[in-house]
T-cell receptor, first 114, second 114 residues
Framework: AQSVTQLDSQVPVFEEAPVELRCNYS??????LFWYVQYPNQGLQLLLK??????LVESINGFEAEFNKSQTSFHLRKPSVHISDTAEYFC????????????FGTGTKLQVIP | DVKVTQSSRYLVKRTGEKVFLECVQD?????MFWYRQDPGLGLRLIYF???????EKGDIPEGYSVSREKKERFSLILESASTNQTSMYLC?????????????FGPGTRLTVL
């Protein structure tokens, strides 16, 4: 069975500083990996996803994540955060086939401090 | 843009009441999902549906049922609400296909059971 671990429940960081949100997964087969973001009082929205090909994927607002198969990780990074990045970030994993059973992590709250 | 709407943002019910949470999507998506979101537990799948009148149990279906009579509408039913069902409920939809498709989320319904 697939599972996702987000070890950090909260990450405070000063504005314009870099940030890394950690995500590790376990699965017996190849996987698809996702990062979703939830801004205050909103539903989740997709930030980026890894399906195949290049192990480095990027979002339109400056976030990137790298799929590392040997370490079973998919950490999310941004070189310089903005106040508007304050949100909760969820890592998720799914396995090919089936009816899109997606397993979500417990979430990491990113708090950007002015 | 895909739009997923949920009937209520906030709902307060009494123990033992029958509760209906409604979700509507406007993008002709085949798949629809109900999750509950609790602090420290992330998102947990309650039920999902991959076609009209079809449903599959998720990870925590106990105490819940669902109904999908039309493609665009997916209802979550709490037959007899209990205090441990106080939570944020999120609905999502996606296209049919492999596990690569993005899930689109509604804004959530925060349910309090007294």
């Amino acid at each position: 069975a697939q599972s996702v671990t987000q070890l950090d429940s909260q990450v405070p960081v000063f504005e314009e500083a870099p940030v890394e949100l950690r995500c590790n997964y376990s699965s017996s087969v190849s996987v698809y990996l996702f990062w979703y973001v939830q801004y205050p009082n909103q539903g989740l929205q997709l930030l980026l996803k890894y399906l195949s090909g290049s192990t480095l994927v990027e979002s339109i607002n400056g976030f990137e994540a790298e799929f590392n198969k040997s370490q079973t990780s998919f950490h999310l990074r941004k070189p310089s955060v903005h106040i508007s990045d304050t949100a909760e970030y969820f890592c998720a994993v799914s396995e090919p086939g089936g009816y899109q059973k997606v397993t979500f992590g417990t979430g990491t709250k990113l708090q950007v401090i002015p | 843009d895909v739009k997923v709407t949920q009937s209520s943002r906030y709902l307060v019910k009494r123990t033992g009441e029958k509760v209906f949470l409604e979700c509507v999507q406007d993008m002709d998506h085949e798949n629809m999902f109900w999750y509950r979101q609790d602090p420290g537990l992330g998102l947990r799948l309650i039920y999902f549906s991959y076609d009209v009148k079809m449903k599959e149990k998720g990870d925590i279906p106990e105490g819940y049922s669902v109904s999908r009579e039309k493609k665009e509408r997916f209802s979550l039913i709490l037959e007899s609400a209990s205090t441990n069902q106080t939570s944020m409920y999120l609905c999502a939809s996606s296209r049919q296909g492999p596990s690569t498709d993005t899930q689109y989320f509604g804004p959530g319904t925060r349910l309090t059971v007294l």
